[in-house]
T-cell receptor, first 115, second 114 residues
Framework: NAGVMQNPRHLVRRRGQEARLRCSPM?????VYWYRQLPEEGLKFMVY????????ESGMPKERFSAEFPKEGPSILRIQQVVRGDSAAYFC?????????????FGAGSRLTVL | GENVEQHPSTLSVQEGDSAVIKCTYS??????FPWYKQELGKGPQLIID?????GEKKDQRIAVTLNKTAKHFSLHITETQPEDSAVYFC?????????????FGQGTILTVHP
C-alpha cells in the first residue's frame, strides 16, 4: 500500500503563474481533504471532497483557489495567479468512505514556493 | 468555529525525561482530539487520540488526558528518546462534524538531547 501520494513534492512558481498540486488517495479511500500549512503554523483545513463532489470548501480562499476530485484520476488543487503569500506546504489526506478523522492518512505534502 | 491553542511552542528535554504539551479548545461540543507527530519533510502522523467520553488514554510511552470541564487536553511522553524529536500538533473536531475537518494547534517543536 503506497499511502497517500502527492506530487510534485516541491514546486517553484513566479508571481502570476498557476500551480497545480495532485493527490492520489490511499487504495480503498474515496474521501480527500486538503490542508495548508504556512511557515511555523499548524495545518488549516481548506476543502473536503468525495468523488466528483465538493462536500465542504469553507476553508478555501474565495478567489484563485479551486479543487476537484474527478471520477478517474487524482484530486487536484489549483491555484491561479499565485502570490508570495501562497508559499506554503499543502497536505492532502484521505479516508475510507466509512471513516472519519480517526482514519485520516496524510501525504508527505507539496511545498510551493512563489518567487 | 473551533479554536485550538497549543503550548509551549518549543520544548527541550534531556533523554529519559518526560515531556508535556498542552492544548485548549473553544468549542464545548468538540468530541475528538488527536495528536500528530510531524518529522522534517513528512506529513503529520497520528500517534494517539482520545474521544470526549474518555478522560485518559495510554499507549506505551505516550498518554493523553482530557479535561472536558476546563476544555483542555495534554500529551505526555515519558522516557523520551532522541527519535521523539519532531513537531507535535494537537487537533480537535467540532461537535456535529462527522468527517475529518480538523482544527490544529500551532505546533510544538520537541527536541530531545542525548
Amino acid at each position: 500500500n503506497a499511502g497517500v501520494m502527492q506530487n510534485p513534492r516541491h514546486l517553484v512558481r513566479r508571481r502570476g503563474q498557476e500551480a497545480r498540486l495532485r493527490c492520489s488517495p490511499m487504495k480503498g479511500h474515496s474521501h480527500v481533504y486538503w490542508y495548508r500549512q504556512l511557515p511555523e503554523e499548524g495545518l488549516k483545513f481548506m476543502v473536503y471532497l468525495q468523488k466528483e463532489n465538493i462536500i465542504d470548501e469553507s476553508g478555501m480562499p474565495k478567489e484563485r483557489f479551486s479543487a476537484e476530485f474527478p471520477k478517474e484520476g487524482p484530486s487536484i488543487l489549483r491555484i491561479q495567479q499565485v502570490v508570495r503569500g501562497d508559499s506554503a506546504a499543502y497536505f492532502c489526506a484521505s479516508s475510507p468512505p466509512t471513516g472519519g478523522a480517526n482514519v485520516l492518512t496524510f501525504g508527505a505534502g507539496s511545498r510551493l514556493t512563489v518567487l | 468555529g473551533e479554536n485550538v491553542e497549543q503550548h509551549p511552542s518549543t520544548l527541550s528535554v534531556q533523554e529519559g525525561d518526560s515531556a508535556v504539551i498542552k492544548c485548549t479548545y473553544s468549542d464545548s461540543a468538540s468530541n475528538y482530539f488527536p495528536w500528530y507527530k510531524q518529522e522534517l519533510g513528512k506529513g503529520p502522523q497520528l500517534i494517539i487520540d482520545i474521544r470526549s467520553n474518555v478522560g485518559e488514554k495510554k499507549d506505551q510511552r505516550i498518554a493523553v488526558t482530557l479535561n472536558k470541564t476546563a476544555k483542555h487536553f495534554s500529551l505526555h511522553i515519558t522516557e523520551t528518546q532522541p527519535e521523539d524529536s519532531a513537531v507535535y500538533f494537537c487537533a480537535a473536531i467540532s461537535g456535529g462534524t462527522s468527517y475529518g475537518k480538523l482544527t490544529f494547534g500551532q505546533g510544538t517543536i520537541l527536541t530531545v538531547h542525548p
